[in-house]
């Protein structure tokens, strides 16, 4: 097993996605929301795991903190959504003095309706910390990912959308087409 976590293996795909594009049999609006829908509850969860253990993947433990436990790999499921199922691995926690229990997990569950119009409006006008946390909220009104864990996971995605957007295309054949209209009514009296 690679030991890359899964949201860096999702973000090398999305990277091909965009550099060698899809198969004829594929919709690219359905693929990208499958990504980016599977993407954003990969971060989510790693970083639900990160608060929980108080560091982040790979980062050593230190000495005299307590016995929070070590990350165990990942257990593959599934969300439902109107799209189809899309593919998310589970973080584990092991050795903890408290057993772990992603409450993001358990609200994803039953409400990918919340997911998928989370995507669908990410992509459309982005959204805010506040926006993200209002819709990541239970039936109790309680936050179910921390500011921190918000915070992280959009500044890593509005990196990664900096240097998509000044990436270089010159190697690209590009050709451009500009049209220009006016459409003026004529009536014969």
Same mark, same amino acid.
């Given at each position: 097993?690679?030991?890359?976590?899964?949201?860096?293996?999702?973000? /090398?795909?999305?990277?091909?996605?965009?550099?060698?594009?899809?198969?004829?049999?594929?919709?690219?609006?359905?693929?990208?929301?499958?990504?980016?829908?599977?993407?954003?509850?990969?971060?989510?969860?790693? /970083?639900?795991?990160?608060?929980?253990?108080?560091?982040?993947?790979? /980062?050593?433990?230190?000495?005299?903190?307590?016995?929070?436990?070590?990350?165990?790999?990942?257990?593959?499921?599934?969300?439902?959504?109107?799209?189809?199922?899309?593919?998310?691995?589970?973080? /584990?926690?092991?050795?903890?003095?408290?057993?772990?229990?992603?409450?993001?997990?358990?609200?994803?569950?039953?409400?990918?309706?919340?997911?998928?119009?989370?995507?669908?409006?990410?992509?459309?006008?982005?959204?805010?910390?506040?926006?993200?946390?209002?819709?990541?909220?239970?039936?109790?009104?309680?936050?179910?990912?921390?500011?921190?864990?918000?915070?992280?996971?959009?500044?890593?995605?509005?990196?990664?959308?900096?240097?998509?957007?000044?990436?270089?295309?010159?190697?690209?054949?590009?050709?451009?087409?500009?049209?220009?209209?006016?459409y003026e009514p004529m009536r014969l009296?």
């Open positions: 097993m690679s030991r890359i976590p899964p949201s860096a293996r999702i973000a /090398q795909a999305i990277s091909d996605f965009f550099t060698n594009g899809i198969s004829e049999n594929n919709d690219v609006k359905t693929t990208l929301f499958r990504l980016g829908a599977q993407r954003l509850i990969q971060e989510l969860l790693e /970083q639900e795991v990160s608060d929980f253990l108080g560091r982040e993947h790979y /980062q050593r433990r230190d000495e005299n903190e307590g016995n929070n436990g070590y990350r165990s790999g990942y257990k593959e499921r599934s969300v439902n959504t109107a799209e189809g199922k899309i593919p998310v691995f589970r973080p /584990q926690v092991r050795d903890s003095d408290m057993p772990f229990a992603s409450k993001l997990w358990q609200f994803l569950k039953g409400n990918s309706d919340v997911l998928q119009y989370l995507v669908m409006e990410m992509y459309a006008r982005g959204l805010s910390t506040r926006d993200i946390e209002e819709t990541f909220t239970d039936e109790e009104g309680r936050c179910l990912i921390s500011r921190t864990a918000v915070s992280e996971v959009t500044d890593a995605l509005w990196e990664e959308y900096e240097a998509f957007t000044k990436r270089d295309l010159s190697g690209f054949d590009i050709a451009y087409l500009f049209l220009d209209a006016v009296f």
